[in-house]
T-cell receptor, first 113, second 111 residues
């Protein structure tokens, strides 16, 4: 399966600032990547599907202007949380669509103070 | 995509088989059944998947009923490191390969 990394692994930011999270596919050319959010003691919620070279497709209820996704290459997708607020504090996880399923990154813990 | 339902929690004695059920009664013929697990504060880890036939790999076995309305993940000899939340997901590759996670089963392996 694909090896997926995320950076940073955790980040603390002040309310109103923007934070960028990187998702890298280290050994696989990822045409499609996914972004998920997970609140404490809850399941993963799909936020958006990111296709290389095109605009991301967002799930219903996810604000595309707040969660900016860029998938400019086959190995990198970025999620930018703009004007972050404390309610955006969560665990953000990306995945790569590969043969036989999705391969997940280790996640990024975002805390907005 | 078909909705899946799983018991919220289960316990299993170390060294015994853990049998985790999943109901997917509305699954379509095009939907695969995938199993992942998530250890606290980590990304989900792939376990196994299948369409109609039973499957086995080095981690687990997947038993799918003939009508495909339910499946069981079997961890043959559970260890303490198998303590995790296990997710059963129905995936339709014809409509895109999005994963919509349910609530999963929190498995605790007891020494």
């Amino acid at each position: 399966g694909a090896v997926v990394s995320q950076h940073p692994s955790w980040v603390i930011c002040k309310s109103g600032t923007s934070v960028k999270i990187e998702c890298r596919s280290l050994d696989f050319q990822a045409t499609t990547m996914f972004w998920y959010r997970q609140f404490p003691k809850q399941s993963l919620m799909l936020m958006a599907t990111s296709n290389e070279g095109s605009k991301a497709t967002y799930e219903q209820g996810v604000e595309k202007d707040k969660f900016l996704i860029n998938h400019a290459s086959l190995t990198l997708s970025t999620l930018t949380v703009t004007s972050a607020h404390p309610e955006d504090s969560s665990f953000y996880i990306c995945s790569v669509a590969g043969t036989g399923g999705q391969y997940f990154g280790p996640g990024t813990r975002l805390t907005v103070t | 995509d078909a909705k899946t339902t799983q018991p919220p929690s289960m316990d299993c004695a170390e060294g015994r088989a853990a049998n985790l059920p999943c109901n997917h009664s509305t699954i379509s013929g095009n939907e695969y059944v995938y199993w992942y697990r998530q250890i606290h504060s980590q990304g989900p880890q792939y376990i196994i998947h299948g369409l109609k036939n039973n499957e086995t790999n080095e981690m687990a076995s997947l038993i799918i009923t003939e009508d495909r309305k339910s499946s069981t993940l079997i961890l043959p000899h559970a260890t303490l490191r198998d303590t995790a939340v296990y997710y059963c997901i129905a995936v339709n590759y014809n409509t895109g390969n999005q994963f919509y996670f349910g609530t999963g089963t929190s498995l605790t392996v007891i020494p």
